[in-house]
């Protein structure tokens, strides 16, 4: 029992360390990427790294897919057919990411055109870059598939390996280039070799994971199979994408293309923070399935615990970030960038909190077979983000963006909560007991942002981290596989 625990803690501190070193190299690299590309190429390679990140969307739902039926096949000790089932998965993701690839290289000139407020000078090296981009997608994809498959494997400390180096990459192949150009066109192209050489490696990997050549003839059945469960994953990951990057193309759309950075600076920064929720989230996915069909009651605590152990460990920082974002963003980018930049901030950490809580009821409904309903829930909150966005940009000016997303994932965290109530009724004093600590927290950072002297908000930070922390870590550490 004591392996499976170390297995467990082993697991998210390899998540843990591929997603989070990369951030040290962002804090030193930001300033200087906008300080060489000027606002506007800043912007727009800010949405280059967020689609390159997104562009997994074009997996079918394969990758998650592939992760449970392949994790099945070594349950059952049927370890022969997993290439083939490895392969099918494959050949459809890399069909439709060069489907995908062809068509943004086509429609490039008219998404920069009509999408994004740029310097008529720009525009010609904005397409090009684009179509730069473009090429990554195929890799992207296939990364996707062949990352669920490692982590089928339990191979959590190779994929974050080359996950870590990816991220490093993200900021020091512009950084470098910049010792040549400024152009949008040469930064692209690093990272699309950077995507190009990872995806290779992965690829290596999990052939040799998979104990045979991926390189099959996809069949029917394993087909059917795969895409019956990734159809309501493709629908969650298409909508999504298109909701996180909804708030960057109004903003550059209503405002301009130049004030971005005062919102995605702040922006990339909560989202990279998302590494913490998702490496602890990513490991609890498999445990959930394999508990829940054999004692919901143990899948209920563990759900209680999960959520517990979140909110313990994230309080701290959300409300760091949120009493000391003048100070910080001060430091970080200069006072004239800080003050425009901190009270954004302020909304999105506690959006950040909202949406860490709601990955728990996420993973366990769709680890459970329901991700037809997170689906309709995302479909659901499209229009209601669009609608509120376009009106707090309006009303509220670059700040609006901010206090929309906040809303969004409050919104969010609720109907997920609430779904879960509804697939088990018993989760309802669960999910009750997680829904009033969540309002603590978020009061208690509300209230923090009203506080003038420095020496109080120190010292309440340092209270309530004194208070969740310890909690935090005992939660985590009980935590084990199922």
């Known amino acids: 029992m004591a392996s499976k625990r170390r297995s467990f803690a082993h697991s998210m501190a390899w998540n843990l360390a591929g997603a989070g070193i990369p951030l040290i190299l962002a804090i030193y690299a930001i300033p200087r990427l906008l300080a060489g590309y000027g606002d506007a190429r800043f912007g727009f390679l800010t949405i280059v790294w967020t689609l390159i990140g997104y562009f997994s969307i074009f997996d079918l739902g394969l990758g998650r897919a592939l992760t449970r039926h392949v994790a099945d096949k070594i349950g059952r000790d049927l370890h022969d057919e997993i290439p083939a089932v490895a392969a099918t998965a494959l050949v459809c993701i890399g069909g439709l990411g060069l489907v995908t690839a062809l068509l943004l290289f086509g429609l490039a000139p008219w998404i920069v055109e009509t999408f994004l407020s740029l310097d008529a000078r720009l525009k010609p090296e ?10 990554s997608i195929p890799m992207v994809v296939l990364s996707s598939a062949l990352i669920g498959l490692l982590e089928a494997f339990g191979r959590f400390k190779e994929i974050n390996i080359v996950r870590l180096v990816m991220g490093i990459m993200n900021f020091a192949a512009p ?3 910049l010792h040549w150009s400024n152009s949008l066109v040469p930064a692209t192209l690093s990272l ?3 995507r190009m050489v990872t995806s290779f490696i992965y690829w290596r990997l999990a052939s040799r994971s998979a104990g045979g050549s991926l390189l099959l003839m996809p069949l029917r059945d394993h087909a059917r199979s795969l895409l019956g469960y990734g159809g309501w994953i493709t629908i969650s990951n298409l909508v999504s994408p298109i909701m996180a990057q909804l708030d960057k193309v109004l903003i550059g759309a209503i405002l301009a293309v130049a004030v971005l950075p005062i919102y995605s600076v702040p922006g990339d920064m909560i989202n990279r923070l998302s590494f913490l929720p998702v490496a602890m989230v990513s490991v609890l996915f498999p445990a959930f399935a394999k508990i829940w069909a054999v004692d919901p009651k143990a899948g209920g605590a563990l759900y209680s615990s999960a959520s517990h152990a979140l909110l313990g460990a994230l309080l701290p920082i959300t409300l760091m970030l949120s009493a000391f974002a003048p100070e910080g963003m001060n430091a970080w980018m200069g006072a004239a960038f800080g003050e425009q930049s901190s009270p954004l901030l302020r909304w999105l950490a506690v959006g950040f909190l909202l949406n860490a809580i709601a990955r728990v009821p996420h993973a366990l409904l769709q680890s459970i077979g329901r991700p037809d309903i997170t689906a309709k829930l995302h479909l659901i909150e499209l229009p209601v983000f669009l609608a509120a966005l376009w009106a ?9 963006a901010a206090i929309a997303w906040t809303l969004r994932m409050g919104l969010d965290m609720l109907l997920l909560q609430t779904a879960v109530c509804l697939v088990d009724h018993a989760m309802r004093a669960r999910v009750l007991r997680v829904l009033w600590l969540v ?12 506080i003038g002297p420095l020496w109080i908000r120190i010292l309440l930070s340092l209270v309530v981290a004194a208070v969740c922390l310890p909690v935090a870590l005992r939660t985590i550490l009980s935590l084990k596989h199922a």
Request: with cysteine.
């Open 126 to 135: 904005s397409v090009l870059a684009m179509r730069v981009m473009a090429i």
């Open 392 to 400: 707090c940009l309006q009303h509220f000016g670059i700040l609006g």
């Open 192 to 194: 699309v070799v950077t």
């Open 439 to 450: 309002a603590g927290a978020t009061s208690i950072t509300a209230i923090a942002t009203f």
């Open 175 to 177: 950084l470098a280039v």
